[in-house]
C-alpha cells in the first residue's frame, strides 16, 4: 500500500464527532498551520527535499507530511507525483499564490486563508475577487425554459411549438 493510501485509510476513517478523530485533526490542522505559515513567510523560495526531509524540517510525521503533501499538490505549479510516493521520494513545494488561496477557500480552510502572511502575498481586493470566484464556481444557474408559445430562440420569428419545438 502507497503511502498516500495509507494516509487517507487512517485519516478518512476517523470519526470527527469523536475524541479520537477531533484529537488527530486538531493536530494534523495546527501542523499544516505551522508549515504554511512558514512556506508563506517565503513565498519565492522552493523548498524541496525527500518527503521524509520535509517531515524532519517541519518537525512532524511521515504521515501527517504525506497528508499535508496531498493537500497542498492541486496548488504547486508542478504537482508531485503523490500516488507512487515513497519516503525517499524527492517532492517540491513551489505554489502558485492566486491558486494555493481559491484552494484553501474552497476546503474552507478559514485558518489557513485568514493567515496574516497573505496581507503581504496577495492584495485584499484579490483576495476578495479570489474568494468571490470560488464561492460562486459551486452555484448552478438554470437557464430560463423557452415555453412552446414563446418566439422561437433561433430568430425566425415563430412560435417556438412551430419552428425548432415541433420535433419535439
Same mark, same amino acid.
Do not use: H
Given at each position: 500500500?502507497?503511502?498516500?493510501?495509507?494516509?487517507?485509510?487512517?485519516?478518512?476513517?476517523?470519526?470527527?464527532?469523536?475524541?479520537?478523530?477531533?484529537? $488527530?485533526?486538531?493536530?494534523?490542522?495546527?501542523?499544516?498551520?505551522?508549515?504554511?505559515?512558514?512556506?508563506?513567510?517565503?513565498?519565492?523560495?522552493?523548498?524541496?527535499?525527500?518527503?521524509?526531509?520535509?517531515?524532519?524540517?517541519?518537525?512532524?510525521?511521515?504521515?501527517?507530511?504525506?497528508? $499535508?503533501?496531498?493537500?497542498?499538490?492541486?496548488?504547486?505549479?508542478?504537482?508531485?507525483?503523490?500516488?507512487?510516493?515513497?519516503?525517499?521520494?524527492?517532492?517540491?513545494?513551489? $505554489?502558485?499564490?492566486?491558486?494555493? $488561496?481559491?484552494?484553501?477557500?474552497?476546503?474552507?480552510?478559514?485558518?489557513?486563508?485568514?493567515?496574516?502572511?497573505?496581507?503581504?502575498?496577495?492584495?485584499?481586493?484579490?483576495?476578495?475577487?479570489?474568494?468571490?470566484?470560488?464561492?460562486?464556481?459551486?452555484?448552478?444557474?438554470?437557464?430560463?425554459?423557452?415555453?412552446?408559445?414563446?418566439?422561437?430562440?433561433?430568430?425566425?420569428?415563430?412560435?417556438?411549438?412551430?419552428?425548432?419545438?415541433?420535433?419535439?
Amino acid at each position: 500500500m502507497s503511502l498516500l493510501e495509507e494516509w487517507r485509510e487512517y485519516a478518512y476513517s476517523l470519526d470527527t464527532n469523536q475524541k479520537d478523530g477531533q484529537v $488527530f485533526w486538531g493536530n494534523y490542522f495546527n501542523v499544516e498551520k505551522g508549515i504554511y505559515e512558514q512556506l508563506l513567510a517565503d513565498p519565492d523560495k522552493v523548498v524541496e527535499g525527500t518527503v521524509e526531509e520535509l517531515a524532519a524540517k517541519y518537525n512532524t510525521t511521515l504521515s501527517l507530511m504525506v497528508g $499535508f503533501l496531498d493537500g497542498i499538490n492541486d496548488s504547486l505549479k508542478n504537482p508531485n507525483p503523490i500516488e507512487e510516493m515513497e519516503a525517499t521520494t524527492k517532492v517540491n513545494l513551489g $505554489f502558485d499564490k492566486e491558486k494555493l $488561496f481559491y484552494n484553501m477557500v474552497e476546503a474552507k480552510a478559514d485558518w489557513l486563508y485568514e493567515l496574516p502572511a497573505w496581507d503581504e502575498l496577495l492584495s485584499e481586493e484579490k483576495r476578495k475577487e479570489l474568494y468571490r470566484d470560488q464561492k460562486k464556481s459551486g452555484t448552478v444557474v438554470k437557464e430560463k425554459k423557452v415555453g412552446r408559445n414563446d418566439p422561437c430562440p433561433c430568430g425566425s420569428g415563430k412560435k417556438y411549438k412551430k419552428c425548432c419545438g415541433a420535433n419535439l
